[in-house]
Antibody
Framework: EVQLVESGGDLVQPGGSLRLSCAAS????????MYWVRQAPGKGLEFVSLISSNGGSTYYADSLKGRFTISRDNSKNTLYLQMGNLRPEDMAVYYCARDSPRPGYCSSTSCGIFDYWGQGTLVTVSS | DIVMTQSPDSLSVSLGERATINCKSS????????????LAWYRQKPGQPPKLLIYWASTRESGVPDRFSGSGSGTDFTLTISSLQAEDVAVYYCQQYYSAPPYSFGQGTKLEIK
């Protein structure tokens, strides 16, 4: 059974930093691109970041560049999101999600179909 | 970036009746080379993460009931629930994966029981 379990969410002051983790199990983690998607309270879904299966390619939402860093440790089956210079508008539930590869129809980096999601971890940014 | 717009923002439907949610993209998400629409639908029940329902605009994910169907092409898409069940109360999102990241979502449609 595919499982994604996020952790690391916390209350942090504006300007602070936080590292989120996503522990994966039930599949060969190193074969899949992974994502972070966030959802502000009462709002919709927002793409945050993508990392390719080997970690060689990363993408970020334009509004986040320079503040967030996605990474992965395939030996530990874990995805990370290092968040810096946090702002009140970064307050959200952060979900990790797995890419659903479709060879022949999508790029070698990712497809963009999010087939499994974790339960999410809440990041609160407030003084 | 491609902008996804859903309508309506909320919808009330009686149990057993049909529910229809629309999604429009700001540019075509149809790849002419393979004739596939790079469009997915997700359902998010209260307090839960999103769940993939449909991809390629009309292909149901494994285990998704056949009362869910997707249609459309190019820029206009529809998610239809043929006979609404109580467990279908949720927010539904469309999402395009045509262009390179960011993969954008619609704003969501809240479906309730009338």
């Amino acid at each position: 059974e595919v499982q994604l379990v996020e952790s690391g969410g916390d209350l942090v002051q504006p300007g602070g930093s936080l590292r989120l983790s996503c522990a994966a199990s039930g599949f060969t983690f190193s074969n899949y691109a992974m994502y972070w998607v966030r959802q502000a309270p009462g709002k919709g879904l927002e793409f945050v970041s993508l990392i390719s299966s080997n970690g060689g390619s990363t993408y970020y939402a334009d509004s986040l560049k320079g503040r967030f860093t996605i990474s992965r440790d395939n030996s530990k089956n874990t995805l990370y999101l290092q968040m810096g210079n946090l702002r009140p508008e970064d307050m959200a539930v952060y979900y990790c999600a797995r890419d659903s590869p479709r060879p022949g129809y999508c790029s070698s980096t990712s497809c963009g179909i999010f087939d499994y999601w974790g339960q999410g971890t809440l990041v609160t940014v407030s003084s | 970036d491609i902008v996804m717009t859903q309508s309506p923002d909320s919808l009330s439907v009686s149990l057993g009746e049909r529910a229809t949610i629309n999604c429009k993209s700001s540019q075509s998400v149809l790849y002419n080379s393979n004739n596939k629409n790079y469009l997915a639908w997700y359902r998010q029940k209260p307090g839960q993460p999103p769940k993939l329902l449909i991809y390629w605009a009309s292909t149901r994910e494994s285990g998704v009931p056949d009362r869910f169907s997707g249609s459309g092409s190019g820029t206009d898409f529809t998610l239809t629930i043929s006979s609404l069940q109580a467990e279908d109360v949720a927010v539904y999102y469309c999402q395009q994966y045509y262009s390179a990241p960011p993969y954008s979502f619609g704003q969501g449609t809240k479906l309730e029981i009338k």
